[in-house]
């Protein structure tokens, strides 16, 4: 900004906060200091925008937005709580699956919401039997790492079922 230069910058805001639970697409920010341009970018972002069917135009995008802009405190204090829920979610999975053939994934070499490990042909039916509910593609079982219950003797269970599931 300070030299002057046109720049444009896109977020996945997905990810990062607990905004997740909102789906928001994302964000779009196009910066230029020729005053005199201002309206043919905005209609050319208009235009790319709509004729896209982009979700940039999405109210949970806006809320976002408008979350950053004027209640930025809440939701770094939402992120925070976020981060140490994942903290929470990993420490349990790395402790109960010792020993276990998943146990690679929830070692110090891996990290994030997900894993993906290969699983057994009848996976799917037997997680599914204990109201687990990952996602199954291809052979693999896509797990959300902060899907584990609070509960201990069910996260236990739940995470039993994964180790002797998937591999």
Do not use: M
Request: with cysteine; charged share 25%.
């Amino acid at each position: 900004i300070e030299a002057g230069a046109s720049f444009s910058i896109a977020i996945g805001p997905t990810k990062a906060f607990v905004t997740f639970a909102f789906r928001p697409c994302g964000l779009l920010l196009v910066y230029s200091p020729d005053a005199a341009r201002e309206k043919e970018l905005t209609t050319i972002l208009n235009t790319t925008l709509r004729a896209r069917g982009s979700a940039f135009e999405h109210p949970a995008t806006r809320a976002l937005a408008n979350a950053f802009a004027n209640d930025l405190n809440r939701l770094e204090d939402e992120h925070l709580a976020a981060l140490k829920r994942v903290a929470q979610a990993e420490r349990t999975w790395a402790t109960l699956t010792k020993e276990t053939p998943i146990e690679y994934l929830y070692s110090e070499q891996y990290a994030g919401l997900f894993r993906n490990p290969r699983c057994k042909d009848d996976a799917p039916l037997r997680i599914y039997n204990e109201h687990i509910y990952p996602v199954f593609d291809n052979g693999r079982c896509r797990q959300n790492i902060t899907g584990i219950p609070d509960d201990p003797e069910l996260a236990k269970r739940h995470i039993a079922v994964f180790a002797e599931q998937c591999y």
